[in-house]
């Protein structure tokens, strides 16, 4: 792919707004969100500008020929987490693991910064939209560093993508983040991160570089192939 093409893709993946399978309009957001007027038709100018293919009912044999080792993709209707995202909504969220202590990490590409402190005060004290002046060492949030003991409960609920790639384990990481925040350009192996609550959704293939930008208060799993 020529370079420019290249740029303008990663670029895009900054707009990416797609659940895994469509959800009704009733589900809400999960109390995570404090829309105001005119978002819901911002959410979908944003969505339209996306220049990331999105493909609903891919077979296993598609996947890997036309984007498991080149390009990403938005995947469609491949898994139903209808229980694990009501889980994960703000009052549910709170009720379980309220108290559990999580590793918040600074948003530079290699989050050197490391703030360990309860579920529940990152939540009310510093879950809020972010400066889009601020710097990414100075910006904190929940993504990854998951103690995978306490939070099983709520693991086990979750279905994966089902696709695979030969020889790789998938490892979860899953994070809470405020608006305005994300991670600056970097790129580590293949996966998928699939949102639960906000915008933001995709395959990447391994070593694919990109950013991610949250838009809105986003809660979010992601499967990486290792």
């Known amino acids: 792919m020529a370079s420019g093409a290249r740029l303008q893709l990663l670029l895009a993946l900054w707009m990416l707004a ?48 036309h984007y498991a080792f080149s390009r990403p993709v938005i995947l469609q209707r491949l898994t139903d987490n209808s229980r694990f995202r009501a889980l994960c909504s703000r009052e549910k969220l709170l009720a379980s693991f309220g108290d559990s202590v999580v590793r918040l990490s600074t948003a530079n590409t290699y989050s050197y910064r490391k703030v360990d402190l309860p579920f529940q005060e990152y939540v009310e004290h510093l879950l809020h939209p972010q400066d889009p002046t601020s710097l990414g060492n100075d910006t904190l949030y929940f993504f990854g560093d998951n103690n995978f003991s306490e939070w ?8 994966p993508p089902p696709f695979s790639l030969l020889g790789t384990t998938a490892a979860y990481s899953f994070g809470v983040a405020g608006a305005g925040s ?14 639960v609550y906000g915008r933001k959704v995709l395959y990447f293939p391994d070593r694919w570089w990109h950013a991610t930008l ?13």
């Open 18 to 65: 797609a659940p895994a399978r469509p959800v009704a309009a009733d589900a809400g957001d999960g109390g995570w969100q404090r829309r105001g007027p005119g978002a819901a038709a911002a959410a979908v100018a944003e969505e339209e500008r996306c220049a990331v293919e999105r493909r609903a009912d891919l077979s296993y044999s598609e996947f890997v020929q």
């Open 152 to 159: 099983a409960s709520l693991f086990q609920h979750y279905s």
């Open 182 to 195: 994300g991670v600056p350009f970097h790129w580590h192996g293949p996966g998928f991160s699939e949102v």
């Open 214 to 226: 949250n838009l809105d208060t986003s809660v979010f799993i992601s499967t990486f192939l290792s």
